[in-house]
């Protein structure tokens, strides 16, 4: 079962910068998209960036300027770093990944996992 272990969530000041970390185990064979998804109290889940195996990115408009996403694809492990965050910011960040488990003698099998929510709570 893969696993997504996310890392670096915290509390700062508008204008602060924070890298959050995604690194995903468990039998992959492969990973095609991985992304970085957000939710305010009282508000639904939103894409916050996503990328895939080839390195397309793709960002939500609330974000584009200030967040970047990467992808380490030899540690199947994800990024995003924020910088000039905003109070509006604060939220459980969520990793997501989709890919293939297994390999080409015993079958892949498709997946798809969320990690664990991490806090972002930025100050005004």
């Known amino acids: 079962q893969v696993q997504l272990v996310v890392s670096g969530g915290g509390l700062l000041q508008a204008g602060g910068s924070l890298r959050l970390s995604c690194a995903a185990s468990?039998?992959?064979?492969?990973?095609?998209?991985m992304g970085w998804y957000r939710q305010a109290p009282g508000k639904q889940r939103e894409l916050v960036a996503a990328?895939?195996?080839?390195?397309?990115?793709n960002y939500a408009d609330s974000v584009k300027g200030r967040f970047t996403i990467s992808r380490d694809n030899a540690k199947n492990t994800v990024y995003l770093q924020m910088n000039s965050l905003k109070p509006e910011d604060t939220a459980v960040y969520y990793c997501?990944?989709?890919?293939?488990?297994?390999?080409?003698?015993?079958?892949?099998?498709?997946?798809?996992?969320w990690g664990r929510g991490t806090q972002v709570t930025v100050s005004s």
């Open positions: 997501n990944a989709v890919g293939w488990v297994g390999d080409l003698v015993t079958g892949l099998h498709e997946f798809g996992s």
């Open positions: 468990g039998g992959i064979f492969r990973i095609n998209d």
């Open positions: 990328t895939t195996s080839g390195g397309s990115t």
